[in-house]
């Protein structure tokens, strides 16, 4: 009987060992005895512009982003000054726009945490042949365009696009309410693109958006590039994360995790090899580490 009751503590001994050491690994390594990777998951709501989703870049990066942090990307496309307005309302978790001046207020306001740059590409300005021909002077495109009172459609949305061509023309002061066959499409990119086409006018608008519609649009383009390469041209998008501070419902950790990873060397190179098979060049030029 003495003996039975020493073979029973004894085996009472072993089992908390092994229960002891199963606690202490915590179930924290797979056969083979690597350590598992914890993965995100929720979403990230983000505010952006039209270009970002008709040039299908968003439907191209989201996926990937999924697959890389287990973060769900969905977002609402508007114009720059719509999108900004999303994040001053604390409605997302992080905007993508392309309007400097305005992002950097927006981040002095206390809306944003920082403002880090993510790609470029450039404006255009598109429209018949005749009576502009081609040129880089866009200065004289715009002024030809007011004096001779030739059609322009623009965006007048408040947009990233619609902020750089009021920027022209008041650097011009150039008044366009003289041009009778000046009108505003109240619409994004896409549509106002395929109004200046319709009618035969000219318009200013982003070469990424420009460079797709005009290849895959059912619609035949009878419009074209008539300048380009102009110092006014420029087109910079910039990421910020709203400011958890101000909204902390955000989803501050997503929103971090995207500017990270957009930023990052992979992405990057993601993003400069986009469009370059479908239509000869990148629709953007990726830049994040530089003081654009």
């Known amino acids: 009987m003495k003996d039975m009751r020493k073979l029973l503590a004894l085996l009472i001994s072993v089992v908390m060992v092994l229960a002891l050491a199963a606690c202490s690994s915590g179930g924290s390594e797979e056969e083979g005895g690597e350590e598992e990777v914890p993965v995100a998951s929720g979403t990230v709501k983000m505010a952006t512009t039209t270009s970002t989703e008709d040039t299908g870049l968003l439907d191209y990066l989201a996926p990937i982003f999924k697959e890389d942090t ?29 309007a400097k001046a305005s992002e950097e207020e927006f981040v002095a306001n206390g ?41 322009f459609v623009s965006r007048g949305d408040d ?28 619409q994004g990119m896409g549509a106002t693109l395929s109004m200046a086409n319709e009618k035969g006018a000219y318009c200013l608008t982003d070469r990424g958006t420009w460079l797709k519609l005009s290849k ?24 910020i994360a709203v400011n958890p501070e101000k ?7 997503g929103a971090n995790a995207f500017i990270e990873w957009i930023t990052s060397e992979k992405v990057q190179g ?13 629709l953007f030029v990726p830049n994040a580490g530089t003081d654009n």
């Open 70 to 98: 287990g973060y769900e990307l969905t977002w609402t496309a508007v114009g720059t000054g719509e999108a900004l307005k999303l994040g001053q309302d604390g409605e997302v978790d992080v905007v993508l726009v392309h």
């Open 270 to 282: 993601l993003i400069a090899e986009y469009g370059v098979d479908q239509y000869g060049q990148a």
């Open 159 to 186: 947009s990233g696009t619609d902020k750089k061509e009021k920027k022209i023309w008041a650097g011009l002061e150039i008044d366009t309410s003289t041009n009778p066959n000046y009108i505003q499409s109240g």
């Open 216 to 239: 895959d649009s059912e619609d035949e383009y009878t419009i074209g590039i008539v300048c380009e390469g102009g110092k006014e041209l420029l087109n910079q998008y910039g990421v």
């Open 111 to 151: 809306y944003g945490v920082e403002r880090f740059p993510v790609m470029y590409n450039d404006f255009i300005i598109v429209g018949p042949a005749e009576p502009i021909a081609y040129t880089n002077d866009v200065p004289a495109v715009f002024t030809a365009i007011n004096e001779q009172q030739l059609p």
């Open 247 to 253: 909204f902390p419902e955000v989803n501050n950790e």
